[in-house]
């Protein structure tokens, strides 16, 4: 199958002539190169010997999470965390992980330290950007760091894949 695109002819700046992709086709595009690859990692590798697995955003949010707004939440319903979550990234909680992404403070204590923060794969996944899927984001808790935000941080623990619910709300 193909993909088309229908865009206005535009004025090139360097000749002012126009080139036209109306109606060009363009080869299939392969899902699994679609997705942008994550930023570049900029901090040092782990140790060898670390005890921390590195989990990229990609191998925990690469799959359609669907929800019912409407009617899912109202009661607590086990087996639909288990339908909508894969096994795969089930199989991560209780595992010491790695991973890599930028801080948005959720909340701050009154020392200005960082307990709670959402750890994106990106800068465009809030604030300058769309907002992230449901699955796009890791929520974090701490006892109190410096709030880093702008650029890209690690952060190590245990991870624990769950859904929270409050009150109906995500």
Excluded at 93 to 115: Q, Y
Aim: with cysteine; aromatic share 8%; net charge negative.
């Amino acid at each position: 199958e193909s993909t088309q695109i229908f865009v206005d002819a535009q004025p090139s700046e360097t000749n002012g002539s126009t080139e036209s992709l109306v109606g060009q086709t363009l080869p299939p595009i392969d899902p699994a190169e679609a997705v942008p690859p994550p930023p570049e990692s900029k901090l040092p590798p782990l140790p060898k010997d670390s005890p921390y697995k590195e989990v990229s955003f990609r191998s925990i949010s690469s799959f359609p999470y669907e929800v019912e707004w409407e009617t899912d939440g109202k009661e607590p319903d086990p087996t639909a965390f288990l339908r909508r979550v894969p096994r795969e990234v089930r199989q991560l909680s209780g595992t010491k992980v790695a991973v890599e992404g930028f801080m948005i403070p959720t909340m701050v204590n009154e020392d200005n330290k960082v307990t709670e923060f959402l750890l994106l794969p990106d800068q465009m996944s809030c604030c300058y950007g769309k907002t992230p899927a449901a699955n796009g984001w890791v929520v974090v808790t701490s006892d109190g760091i410096d709030i880093m935000m702008d650029q890209q941080i690690r952060v190590t623990g245990s991870m624990v894949i769950e859904e929270r619910w409050d009150e109906e709300f995500f």
